[in-house]
């Protein structure tokens, strides 16, 4: 009787060390069998390994955070490791200072702007060279090798700001323009496509051309000084993101509302802010989010051998207060983190 107990505890050893291995076997395999990646997931791995750079020329300000955003969204679509550094201020030198190491750590792609023809394309053919294609975006850089450009064409964007106000002040208006750059490409373009639209108005004359270096404060002092300078000044023409908002700012303070008129630049929350209230009367629209969001995109067709256009020209309108809210509901909201 002790004997056969003996042999049933262990025969049933037997069959629980036979289950339990089969158990372990069968895991393993299981494991090895999800690992073993097919075709797609290759290609999926192989995105994944890519690591781009987007290089705004200011990093906290809120057009290029919306850049960033779409960029981002994209990045996390393709497998992408999406990189977003730039100066803290808007500055050439730290901004060429940044591609330069992006290039040196061999970064797979880049998207930046061409501010400035004299400092830019020396570095973008550089890292051309590198075999890194580069993505200009928002400001081209036409006589450099960049693989490609997305974004407004700056040109075209001043010309409708100027035919916008010349209809809006029926071809009567003294006019002072703050722009963030007197040197960068896209803000000179955006100059010079106003002047040409406004050009034959006899009853429009431009008074005064002052830098913001792309934020609200200096736009906002620039406005008023230009006030007690020229009292005659009507309208004013912002040609960045924060200009127009500098000066809503200013021309309220004055209580001139009623008799100034404001064309800006983007559709930020507070650019929309003082479009409903009537302080800003148009803006020109350009598209942040979605050109961060292509030019990603871009940068893999680029590096999977597709053939993309070099110009891309993204939408651009100038827009007022009844054409609001936009359709497509854009994403306003801007998230520093
Ligand atoms: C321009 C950007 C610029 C930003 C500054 C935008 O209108 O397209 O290039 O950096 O304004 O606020």
Same mark, same amino acid.
């Given at each position: ?11 049933? @050893? ?7 291995? @089969? ?18 997931? $290759?290609?999926?791995?192989? /995105? ?12 906290? /300000? ?8 779409? !960029?981002? !969204? ?15 201020? !808007? ?6 200072? %940044? ?18 023809? #004299? ?7 550089? $890292?051309? *060279? ?14 450099? #090798? +960049? ?51 406004? #050009? ?16 609200? %404060?200096?736009?906002? &002092? ?9 009292? &005659? ?48 009367? !148009?803006?020109?629209?350009? *598209? ?31 827009? +007022? ?17």
């Amino acid at each position: 009787m002790r004997k056969r107990w003996k042999w049933i505890i262990y025969a049933s @050893s037997i069959v629980a060390l036979v289950a339990s291995a @089969s158990f372990t076997i069968y895991c393993a395999w299981k494991v090895y069998a999800y690992h073993q990646p097919g075709e797609r997931e $290759i290609k999926e791995h192989e /995105n994944n390994a890519y690591h781009f750079v987007l290089v705004p020329e200011e990093l906290d /300000n809120d057009y290029w955070r919306l850049v960033e955003k779409g !960029a981002k !969204a994209a990045a996390k679509e393709t497998g992408v490791h999406l990189e977003y550094v730039g100066p803290r201020q !808007a500055n050439i030198d730290e901004h060429i200072h %940044i591609l330069e190491k992006a290039a040196a750590s061999k970064v797979d792609g880049i998207m930046t702007q061409g501010l400035t023809e #004299k400092e830019f394309t020396p570095v973008i053919n550089r $890292i051309i *060279e590198k075999n890194i294609p580069v993505v200009t975006i928002d400001t081209d850089a036409p006589t450099s #090798k +960049r693989t490609a450009y997305i974004g407004t064409d700056n040109y075209y964007a001043g010309f409708i700001a100027g035919k916008a106000l010349a209809e809006d002040m029926h071809g009567k208006a003294n006019v002072a323009i703050i722009t963030g750059s007197l040197t960068a490409s896209h803000q000179k373009l955006r100059i010079q496509g106003f002047k040409d639209a406004v #050009k034959n108005e006899k009853g429009i004359r431009i008074i005064a051309i002052e830098e913001s270096n792309i934020t609200r %404060i200096q736009a906002a &002092e620039k406005a008023y000084s230009i006030l007690n300078k020229h009292p &005659e000044v009507n309208a004013f023409y912002g040609t960045s993101a924060l200009d127009a908002i500098g000066i809503a700012k200013v021309i309220e303070q004055f209580h001139r509302e009623k008799e100034t008129y404001i064309i800006g630049f983007d559709t930020l929350p507070e650019t929309i802010h003082y479009l409903q209230k009537g302080t800003i009367h !148009a803006t020109v629209v350009q *598209e942040p989010y979605d050109r961060g969001y292509r030019s990603e995109k871009k940068l893999v067709d680029i590096i999977k051998g597709n053939e993309v256009p070099s110009v891309t020209n993204t939408e651009t309108k100038v827009i +007022r207060k009844q054409d609001l809210p936009l359709r497509p509901a854009r994403n306003y909201e801007v998230k520093h983190d």
